[in-house]
């Protein structure tokens, strides 16, 4: 499938035109059209032009989900420059070091986001301005979007003003030129083990995946979408700013994830579409507000990440009113998709498989020795297609682990596929363990406990055994109501699963670690599992 456009210049512009005064974006007491949007986008790339930002410059954003977030994204995209996503969560040391690995010449950050000044947080880091500098030799500007703007910061305002003195014609010549297989983001994975790397994305292959994804999904002009996801994850990007941009529909970003703001917030603004993971659907569906706030607008959900159960799928449907409920399969170096379940599939396809390949992509699952595992046989899950990254950023060896000479990307994921070309996530390769000379997948165990009524989040990891090896460590968080204690629940798993999955250490949380894209932090629940 092609799109009408192959770079994300050519979608603002597009967008515009077809969808001119409808609602596109929404933020506290501002609301944007089509057209209102598209000029301050092109306002921001006037000022980099301004700046004299040129095409290939890396251009980093460090906030949440603001407005100015996604003009500055976007506007960094129509004069050739390559975004470089930053994780509010990192400190300043790690946004230090993302920053000097990509060269980034101007910073977007905000001084007031949860009582965080990132601004501070570099200084801190690098011990005073002036070692920043000496740090970071490249960065130009720092830009404070939302907050106090500190001496030696640009207020947005004055950013933007800059531009004033470039002529339109300048940024459209400067858009025009732009090619699909430009880059436009260097996304870093999660970093959840190990140092984040960057995946180098391009124009077209970002336009053409997420055009996929919308269709795939339903997503229609005049849908309004609460993203909850952040703007830094792919997510948050592509199936949320650019998605919207596609479809025609009004983009509502939301800052902080809690349950009670979120209903309120579908209630306001009648929001149709709600992404996220899991956990999101299952804290809904056990508010005691659930049923006395109008949720009745709600149309259409797309989730994975984690360990679905089929009754949750069920009263999505039921109790929340959803007609469509999609999971899907993606990674950074894929560019944020490559399976996905369609919305008519069964309820139990849904909740117990990533999906099958989108259009134009191919995925196979492969045994140790490259040769294509039978269906039903776990093995790594592999990618081959449009949408896989260019390489890491800088790191000719690791591309060369990640993507085989024959194109395949290798994403690390253990998976078994169904004869019907359905993928069910098992496990990472890192996470799975090995017990008495049987390979466990902490994700089939927990699949397997998820069915116990009183259990509502649960993650397992292994831990070093001098006997077996390894042993499996459970951390879970209990249903609304419920009261399980360690004893019983490791008594039901004995009687559940084989003896080598059933954990030998069971842990009752209050919530389980997770980063801002809703992935369980396994690394942290291993070490206090080590410790104990």
Known sequence: MRTPWSTIPELIDDAAIRFGDREAFVEDSQRW???????????????????????????????????????????????????????????????????ARSSARILFTVTDFLDTDYVALLNQAAGGSKQQTQLLPNLDEVVVIKGTVPDGSTPWEDFIAAGDTVEDSVRAARSAAISGTDLCHIMFTSGTTGAPKGAMLQHEAICRAFLSWSDVIGLEEGDRYLVVNPFFHAFGLNSGILACLMKGVTLVPHLVFDVPSVMHRIAEERITMLPGPPTIYQTILSHPDAQSID??????????????????????????????????????????????????????????????AIDDVEVRVVAVDGAECPPGTPGEVTVRGYNVMVGYLDAPEQTAEAIDA??????????????????????????MFINGGFNVYPAEVEQLMLTHPAIAQVAVVGIPDERLGEVGAAFLVAAPDATPNSEEIAAWCRNTMANYKVPRHVVIVDDLPMNASGKVLKFQLRERASAQ
Not at 57 to 64: L, M
Not at 71 to 85: D, E, M, Q, R
Not at 306 to 335: C, R, W
């Open 33 to 99: 059209t089509y057209v209102e949007y598209r000029d301050r986008i092109h306002a921001a790339a006037r000022a980099f032009i301004a700046r004299d930002i040129v095409p290939g410059d890396r251009i980093a954003v460090w906030a949440p989900n603001l407005a100015s977030w996604a003009v500055a994204a976007l506007g960094a995209h129509c004069v050739g420059a390559v975004l470089v996503p930053i994780n509010t969560r990192f400190k300043g040391r790690e946004a230090i070091d993302l920053l």
């Open 406 to 431: 024959d194109g395949w990307l290798h994403t690390g994921d253990i998976g078994v596929m169904d004869a019907n070309g359905y993928l069910d996530i098992t496990d990472r390769l890192k996470d």
């Open 295 to 356: 949720l009745s607008s709600l149309r259409l959900a797309v989730t994975g990440a984690a360990a679905i159960p089929v009754q949750m799928i069920h009263d999505m449907h039921n109790h929340l009113g959803f007609e469509k409920v999609v999971t899907g399969y993606g990674l950074t170096e894929a560019s944020g998709i490559a399976t996905m379940c369609r919305h008519d599939d069964d309820p139990q396809i849904i909740a117990n498989t990533s999906g099958r």
